[in-house]
């Protein structure tokens, strides 16, 4: 096989990986090395192939380990939430529970933190944003 084509393969991988940033390219170019190395040293593509297929395998499942383990969910809650939490806005317009209120140079809908009180227009503070409403209190 042509000297330097696993080390080729291996570039190619890796350049593909930049763009994607998933660490699955990265170990399938990284495996590209012990490959390399089995050629170098005179061993049959046969065998290159096998060692290349073994340390991806392990590579990949590696990786695959270290996600799980690190339980990559979603955060719900942002940064957002918290800056918005305390805030004072003064609601007006209910209409069978949702109010609406202007807030940060924009106009939201409000939705009352407790659904069994009656809403009416005032002032309220924001207990959390849900979704693109706002969650409210009574003062």
């Not at 290159?48 to 395998?57: E, G, K």
């Not at 939490?85 to 317009?93: D, L």
């Not at 009416?120 to 003062?139: F, K, M, N, S, W």
Request: with cysteine.
């Amino acid at each position: 096989m042509f000297t330097y084509a696993w080390l080729i393969v291996g570039a190619i991988l890796l350049a593909v990986e930049l763009t994607t940033g998933t660490f699955y390219l990265l170990m399938l170019a990284i495996a590209t090395i012990p490959a390399w190395v089995a050629d170098r040293l005179g061993a049959s593509f046969f065998t290159q192939s096998l060692i290349y297929l073994v340390c991806a395998t392990v590579l990949v499942w590696l990786v695959r380990r270290y996600r799980k383990q690190l339980n990559l969910q979603p955060n719900t809650k942002t940064q957002v939430d918290d800056l918005d939490a305390g805030a004072i806005v003064q609601v007006v317009n209910w209409q069978d529970g949702v109010g609406h209120t202007s807030y940060r140079g924009t106009n939201w809908q409000v939705t009352l933190t407790h659904p069994t009180e009656k809403p009416t227009e005032g002032a309220y503070r924001i207990v959390r944003l849900d979704g693109t409403r706002l969650l409210v209190q009574p003062i």
